[in-house]
């Protein structure tokens, strides 16, 4: 047969029992790359803290507990919570859900409209949004505190029109990093959404629409349930690296803006950072994020079956 396996046989029986072989390269890349670096950070977390820099190789849990107990300052007295590094983890995770929903607003009417122009539209629109993304991130960073500081364009574009008296206090606060990471991560919202409502049938809202359906109950009964994929999907790509980010909190923002990302780059800083408290904060973030991939893997398992 014409473009057939050699030897008259299918495509399936070449490649049966041949499986490892050909996943090995990505298990090793996967292992080198990913678990080795996860398992070396699992390790520095329960090792002592030197007192001029760097780890001695004991192994305790005294990281998790300067993380989660106050002791006092001499570590003397007894234990109570340590709220300050739980206030922090607490200002990431809603910084990181409001930046997922301010894309989700923005990213599904963008992802729609794109995906409803004609093809040679829709190239245009998709390299305009991915245009910006070809700079790297420190210098959109850098460039967006340029714009929103007191003496910058926004400013004096606001003062020139009269729409302001003073200057608009804008860096080190918590606009200015919800700004830093909606700029930053919307792509990552509305292209897996535009992917979606590509593929999507628009004969079913025309059905909709015949059976006397409004738009708000086409949207949500009909339209949302087959893009979900891509909502997901684009909720877990922005909300994931926004939860760990630390350049925007860092330029951005402040001492009262700080987040978990600025926390363990902090702890890895110079040769007197805390190593295994870093690493320990590390491994509570991933904790916390495996945990958020595993109940929407498990929800999703649910709605299949």
Known sequence: MAGGAPGGASKSEIYKGNGPKLLLPAWLFIGVFLVMPVAIMAIYSFLTKEFRGGVIWEFTLAAYDQFFLDRGLFGDEPPSIEWTYIGIF????????LATVLCLLIGFPT??????????????WLFLIT???WVNLLIRTVSMKFLIRDTGPLNEFL???????????????????????????????VLPIYAAVERYDFSMSEAAADLYASSWATLRLVILPVVKPGIVAGCILVFVP???????????????????????EEQFKGAAGNWPFGAAASMILLTIVMGVLLVHARAQTKGER
Do not use: C, E, H
């Open 90 to 97: 607490w200002r990431s995770i809603w910084q990181a859900g």
């Open 111 to 124: 992802a729609w409209f794109i995906a409803t122009r004609d093809v040679k539209a829709r190239s245009v």
């Open 131 to 133: 245009v910006p993304y």
């Open 159 to 189: 003062l020139a029109l009269g729409v302001i008296d003073t200057p608009l206090a804008l860096v080190n606060t918590n606009f200015a990093v919800q700004l830093g990471l909606f700029y930053s991560y919307l792509p990552f919202m």
């Open 242 to 264: 926004s939860l760990g980010a630390f350049l925007a909190p860092d330029l951005l923002g402040g001492a009262k803006t700080f987040m978990i990302g600025s926390l363990i």
